[in-house]
């Protein structure tokens, strides 16, 4: 290749007159004509001026620039190329065929067999990076570091982004990795340079990201930890290095090298070597072309005035986001590739304001001509109006009254004009909206701009925009302790954590509480947490002088139109932890799509958040907010109404996961229907699982209705499968176990929809999940329900709470709801609920009643259950009679019991069915010495319960199969198995699970002769 064209220096060309020519490589790839972006085309045309650019000035071949663009060029390879050129000489030179005398390109030149790209190599941005790279060398090696430093800051400021991101072909990915190294070279010399003159506090944000980015680069660790001790952070230093070594060992199995363990040891003894330098001054070269101050008429005045300095205090006992606050700092610093613009958004109270003023305070030095603050009261009823904010701006710039435009375009162009060049920072407090930001924007990259907003920001050109959640548990103690009294924190530490949590972690609402008690030195921290346990009380009892939460949230919701503010009220009332988007449309009685929208437009205002897609969720304080809002606008009647609206979707959705779940059980029918003879009823397998009792599926028994009501009573909610019931259980499980609770403990609330719920929610035994607030919930409906004279619903609250005892071992409970099931079912005729409760009265007999008294329960139940007609109920009663028959030691009657319940579960494709009733063949094999056939299905057992998810149930069968292996003489597998169920025991959180998981480990080491190892071990 031959250099040829303009030497370097000559000035770029102007195409169109709109000024000089750049090209970006140093991220995605742009031309740029002054201010203009130029449309460059297609990827692959992109990758062409690419590979030219690389090679400015110099001659590249065809067949060099096929190379560069194909692994293998395709047929017409050179046409495409042709093409290519062309395009690019009309986007890069414009105006050359509108020109007789500009009929060949001056840019993309023609020479040869190939191309030439005639642009000087300051039109390049790579190549002003290594020209910067080079100059900051020379001035190291010539003693000037604080020169180094200027360049280098001015080398790394050009990247943004990866560098010729996006762009195929061999060329651009061969360049891209050499550019990224060379990037990586550059960065540690600039970090080196800021810590060798003294700047090590202002780079640890820096370093601490690309630490992050690059975990296994040990020059960037020294630099971090240099930094760290010099900035009195010996901790965090050393932590540092322990990071590194472990990284290091997991991932590449070595340790960290000599230079890394010399900083290390060199900190643990204080080496003075490591002291940190004098700050040297890093000289501002003086800004060209800034416009003069001017007067009446716009006519220079003798002397500037002073910076502007409008920046409100600083609080002194600001506390805690120390990440983030180094991350912002870092976004914010001057010479970047672009203007940095960063945004906080959050509901009010987050304390975005703080962190503004905070960050703006860390960074103002960096920006000498100026720091500009407004309060924009985009929250309040009267938001600041831009023209006007304008006027303020030029007017502390030194532009006078009378030299003010009148509008707000013509203000905000004199606005740009005057900071053009200059390094000022514009920190845009409580933006309405993006509408009241645009005019406010600085033009040039040497400004820098922090927007706070409750809103989200869409539409600015954001370099970065956080969306601020609460405090950390930890900073609201610490922030609480800063305001109240650090030794009122320390004599109370579980109150002080018990007050941060009933704030909500909300900085305003913890700053207000910490006043009161600041005001109140008798007071104790305990007394303050009693007055704000009553949710009813709590927003009252945050205020204290101007300081109030409620009236922060009012500024918003009185921003609301009328439906939304609606939807902001109603969304509110469910518990638990969020709402879907179909539950938000049936508290709203809206259309899904509908209620969706307005929950999006409650999100984008900070009111609500949004964690994943489709569920929508209030900040605690938010919430007793609204629901104070529905009392005062909608009245409790309203409030109690949309609450049973979304209970009795939640029964629908429940009971058609039940239809897939266990196919053929009649309990989504029971409760679809108005009571009578024939209910439905549930149980439990030895595998500790739910099902179902009697009754003829589809048919609600004789004086209910039929299966049309059945339908309709559930049109709209229903699952294509188990997989999809499955994965709508794992996502709504937890808020219907909620708004189930929430309405239990409402008087007036709608008890006997509860119970239904309660009773189609015993599936969840079936799943293993959520058993224990299952169990809680049927105790509290069955309590409230017999308080309310309400004995049906009484009867199915406690038929579910009687299974869940028993899945707990709990006997003697489990025993006493059977009793009391079983003399409510006969009272009020559920039939379907007897065979359950007898069967559990057979499980549970003993040792209390006789081997026939136990047989008798069990006859009775299994009759009653044929009785009933329902093939999915009967073979659920029987294969718990197989456990019982095991109990009073009559195996064969329990094998022949399990396989006729195995082959009617088989016949109905009910998977579950299968599971439990393969465990209690299993069990009855185990009972008839049959140890091999019993490991074998305890085994599918295994597998199936692991697709199913069902973690819960797991543990009592790998202990089943634990000991089955022992019996068969297979110690190796039983030990095996026993250890895996104490660690799902452990992880899942279930006591009695991992003591029998315990000692069958126990019992598995013995066998081996590891008994010295046994529990021991374990401990």
Not at 487 to 506: H, K, Q, S, T
Request: proline residues 7%.
């Amino acid at each position: 290749m031959t250099e040829i064209g303009e030497p370097r220096g000559t000035s770029a060309p102007e195409p169109d007159g709109g000024g000089p020519l750049r090209l970006c490589l140093l991220g995605p790839v742009q031309a740029w004509c002054g201010e203009r972006e130029l449309e460059l085309g297609p990827p692959q045309q992109r990758a062409l001026l690419t590979a030219l650019a690389l090679r400015a000035r110099r001659i590249v071949s065809v067949d060099e620039l096929l190379d560069a663009l194909w692994e293998e060029p395709p047929a017409r390879a050179a046409a495409i190329v042709r093409t290519y050129v062309s395009r690019l000489r009309r986007v890069l030179e414009p105006d050359r065929a509108l020109e007789p005398d500009r009929a060949h390109p001056r840019v993309l030149v023609s020479s040869g067999s190939g191309y030439v790209l005639r642009l000087p190599a300051d039109c390049v941005d790579a190549e002003v990076f290594e020209e910067r790279v080079a100059a900051a060398g020379r001035a190291r090696a010539l003693g000037d570091p604080a020169g180094a430093l200027g360049l280098l800051r001015e080398a790394c400021g050009l990247w943004h982004g990866e560098p010729l991101a996006g762009l195929p072909g061999p060329l651009a990915q061969a360049h891209r990795a050499r550019l990224v190294e060379r990037r990586l070279n550059a960065v540690q010399a600039w970090l080196e340079a800021e810590l060798e003159t003294g700047r090590h506090a202002e780079v640890i944000g820096e370093l601490t990201v690309w630490v992050s980015q690059y975990p296994l680069l040990e020059p960037m660790r020294e630099l971090l930890m240099l930094a760290l001790y010099r900035g009195g952070r010996q901790a965090e230093a050393l932590g540092v290095y322990a990071d590194a070594r472990r990284a290091l060992l997991e991932q590449l199995g070595v340790d960290p090298g000599p230079r890394l363990r010399e900083l290390h040891l060199g900190i643990l003894s204080g080496d003075p070597k490591l002291a940190a330098p004098p700050v040297l001054v890093v000289p501002t070269a003086p800004v060209a072309g800034a416009a003069p101050v001017v007067g009446a008429g716009g006519e220079p005045v003798g002397s500037a005035p002073p910076p502007p300095a409008q920046l409100p205090a600083d609080v002194s006992d600001y506390t805690g986001r120390d990440e983030l606050s180094a991350a912002l700092r870092a976004d914010l610093a001057p010479d970047g590739p672009a203007m940095p613009v960063v945004a906080l958004s959050g509901l009010g109270g987050v304390g975005k304001s703080t962190l503004a003023v905070h960050v703006a305070h860390a960074v103002g030095g960096q920006y000498p001509d100026g720091q500009l603050y407004v309060n924009l009261r985009g929250a309040g009823a009267l938001p600041a109006d831009p023209g006007e904010v304008l006027a303020g701006f030029l007017g502390a710039l030194g532009v006078a009254d009378a030299a003010l435009p009148q509008g707000t375009a013509e203000r905000a162009a004199l606005f740009r004009s005057r900071v053009a060049g200059l390094r000022v920072l514009i920190v845009l407090d409580d933006a309405r909206d993006s509408r009241q930001v645009g005019p406010l924007l600085p033009g040039s990259r040497s400004c820098a701009v922090l927007v706070t907003s409750r809103a989200w920001l869409s539409g600015l050109p954001v370099t970065r925009q956080v969306g601020l959640e609460p405090l950390t548990p930890e900073e609201s103690v610490r922030l609480l302790a800063a305001i109240a009294g650090p030794g009122r924190v320390a004599a109370e530490p579980a109150a002080a954590r018990r007050l941060a949590a009933a704030c909500g972690f909300l900085p305003l609402a913890v700053r207000t509480a910490a006043s009161r008690l600041a005001a109140r030195p008798a007071w104790q921290l305990s007394h303050l947490v009693d007055r704000l346990a009553s949710e009813r009380r709590r927003l009252a009892e945050l205020e204290a002088g101007e300081l109030a939460v409620a009236a922060s949230f009012r500024l918003s919701y009185d921003q609301l139109d009328p439906e939304t503010a609606r939807a902001f009220r109603l969304l509110s009332l469910a518990d638990g932890p969020g709402v879907s988007s179909a539950a938000a449309a049936v508290l709203l009685g809206r259309a899904e799509p509908v209620a969706e929208r307005l929950a999006e437009a409650l999100t984008d205002l900070g009111l609500l958040s949004c964690p994943y897609p489709g569920r929508y969720q209030y900040h605690d304080l938010l919430r007793l907010f609204a629901r104070e809002l529905v009392r005062e606008v909608d009245g409790e009647a309203a409030g109690r109404a949309a609450v049973e609206r979304l209970l009795r979707h939640y029964l629908a959705a429940v009971a058609a996961l039940y239809r897939v779940v266990r196919p053929g059980y009649p309990f989504p029918d029971l409760v679809a229907a108005p009571s009578g003879p024939g209910g439905a009823g549930a149980g439990n397998t030895g595998a500790g699982d739910a099902g179902a009792g009697n009754g003829e599926a589809g048919n609600a028994g004789p004086g209910g209705a039929g299966p049309e009501f059945a339908r309709a009573k559930f049109a709209g909610v229903e699952f294509a499968g188990v997989a999809e019931g499955l994965a709508w259980a794992r996502r709504e499980v937890p808020a219907v176990l909620a708004v189930a609770g929430q309405a239990a403990l409402d008087p007036g609330g709608p008890l006997a929809v509860v119970a239904d719920l309660t009773l189609v929610l015993i599936q969840l035994i079936d799943l293993g999940t959520a058993v224990p607030e299952l169990c809680d919930l049927a105790g509290r409906v069955a309590e409230a329900a017999a308080a309310a004279g309400l004995p049906e619903s009484e009867a199915r609250a406690r038929y579910a709470l009687m299974w869940a005892q028993r899945e707990f071992q709990r006997t003697r409970q489990a025993r006493s709801e059977a009793v009391r099931v079983v003399a409510l079912a006969r009272r009020t005729g559920q039939a379907a609920l007897l065979p359950g409760a007898l069967v559990v009265l057979a499980l549970t007999g003993l040792p209390h009643c006789s081997d026939e008294e136990v047989a008798a329960w069990c006859e009775e139940a299994v009759a009653l259950s044929a009785e009933l007609g329902n093939r999915s109920a009967h073979a659920f009663v029987e294969g718990m009679a197989a456990l019982a028959d095991l109990a009073v030691e009559r195996p064969e009657s329990a094998l022949r019991r399990a396989e006729r319940s195995l082959a009617a579960f088989q016949g109905l494709g009910d998977f579950v069915g299968q599971v439990h009733m393969r465990y209690a063949r299993a069990t009855a094999l185990h009972g008839l010495g049959r140890f091999e056939e019993a490991c074998r299905d305890y085994e599918e057992c295994v597998g199936a319960l692991r697709v199913l998810g069902s973690w819960d149930r797991m543990p009592g069968v790998l202990v089943a199969l634990a000991g089955s292996c022992r019996a068969a003489g297979r110690p190796a597998r039983a030990l095996e198995a026993a250890e895996q169920a104490l660690a799902i025991a452990e992880r899942v959180g279930l006591e009695h699970r991992r003591a029998n998981a315990l000692s069958a480990v126990e019992e598995a080491r013995a066998d081996l002769g590891e008994r010295g190892r046994g529990r021991g071990c374990l401990a």
